[in-house]
């Protein structure tokens, strides 16, 4: 039984509410871009993907019922370019979702200006496109599996299996399906390569404890929940020969904004001689920004750190800082980049990218 993130059909979609995971498996209807907006702020949905193709299949869900945005072609383009920017500044570390509204946006306005143009011819092309990104999305984390699987085992273990760990949810939660970082674990998995996974809990949010671990579980891979604090001695302790990890957004020289707590997973991956490993489709890659000094991090209420199910932990009138994403430095991806295209240094990504995208 595959693990949906989320379940669609013209008109209707339907999310997995990751805030109830894993105590209950429950799907909430999203009935048009509000509902996507609330689900993208609040977490329900999360993953840089994710985010992106819940966002815009938001968007052709009530574009389906045939009168969102009026009864005009230029009306209707103008509605989605801007229902697509609030989506967009939802969540703004993730490139996905902004890479997303930029092509769906030119698409209705193109069709907009067409002759013979109707409401409704605008409404379908933003639509199909919509319905693209999805397919596209499970292709293209398929080949990140696979692509990775086959750079780590000639990278780290040419005879044997590798021992990996990872952090945040990477996986069919934060995807349309089957994941990145974590895709690259199945795809180990899957061919017999793989030892053992240790998964971080990934505070503040648990996404590492709630998420992972139940996917991990789910699948039947032979994993181990530790403490973030606890990564440095694993690497030192646990015969771990990788790391790999997600990302929201990688730019032009191959820094990575990722969960908080990916960028002191890479220094004590250096310090220990592992493999740094990123997995992430090219539309999460952004090169029009040059370092990552430019990314925008987003910060996420105080509450999600001082409170545990509605009860507060931390002492009163405690300031809080609470980063949702750090930037890990290019020097420190030290196995590579992953994408659909092809397995880069980040020396290379933008090049690389440019020549995948000709072929």
């Known amino acids: ?124 092309i933003v639509i199909q496109l919509a319905e693209e990104m999805l397919e596209k999305d499970l292709q293209d984390n398929r080949r990140i599996g696979e692509l990775g699987a086959t750079c780590m085992m000639q990278g780290v273990a040419p005879q044997g299996q590798v021992t990996v760990l990872t952090h945040c949810n990477t996986g069919a939660l934060a995807t349309a399906g089957y994941g ?33 671990a139940y996917e991990l579980v789910y699948e039947g891979i032979p994993a181990t929940l530790i403490a973030d604090s606890a990564a440095a001695l694993a690497l030192k302790e646990k015969g771990i020969s990788a790391i790999v990890v997600g990302a929201d957004r990688v730019v032009a020289n191959g820094d990575t904004a990722n969960k908080v707590g990916t960028y002191q997973l890479a220094i004590a991956a250096m310090h220990h001689g592992v493999p740094f490993y990123v997995a992430a489709p090219s539309t999460s890659c952004d090169l029009s920004l040059a370092t990552g000094d430019q990314i925008i991090i987003e910060e996420r209420p105080s509450q999600e750190l001082t409170d545990i199910n509605g009860i507060r932990i931390a002492a009163p009138d405690i300031g809080v800082w609470n980063p949702a994403f750090d930037v890990t430095p290019h020097d420190l991806v030290t196995g590579g980049i992953i994408t659909e295209l092809g397995v880069f240094a980040p020396a290379e990504l933008q090049e690389g990218l440019k020549q995948a995208s000709i072929r």
Not at 81 to 92: C, E, F, M, N, V
Not at 187 to 196: D, P, S, T
Request: proline fraction near 3%; charged fraction near 20%; hydrophobic fraction near 40%.
């Open 180 to 212: 990145t970082a974590l895709g690259v674990i199945r795809a180990l998995h899957a061919r017999g390569c793989l030892e053992h996974v240790y998964c971080t809990e990934t505070r503040p949010y648990n996404q590492g404890a709630r998420l992972t």
């Open 1 to 124: 039984m595959v693990l949906e993130a989320l379940r669609y059909r013209r008109g209707s979609l339907q999310i997995l509410d990751q805030l109830q995971l894993p105590q209950r498996s429950c799907y909430e209807a999203i009935r048009g871009v509000r509902d996507g907006q609330a689900a993208i702020r609040d977490m329900r949905v999360r993953g840089a993907p994710a985010i992106a193709i819940v966002g815009c299949l938001s968007l052709a869900v009530e574009l389906h019922g045939g009168t969102a945005g009026g009864q005009d072609a230029a009306t209707v383009a103008a509605f989605v370019g801007k229902a697509l920017q609030d989506l967009a500044s939802t969540r703004p570390t993730a490139r996905n979702m902004a890479q997303a509204a930029e092509k769906l946006g030119a698409a209705a306005t193109h069709e907009a200006q067409c002759p013979g143009a109707t409401a409704n011819s605008v409404r379908e």
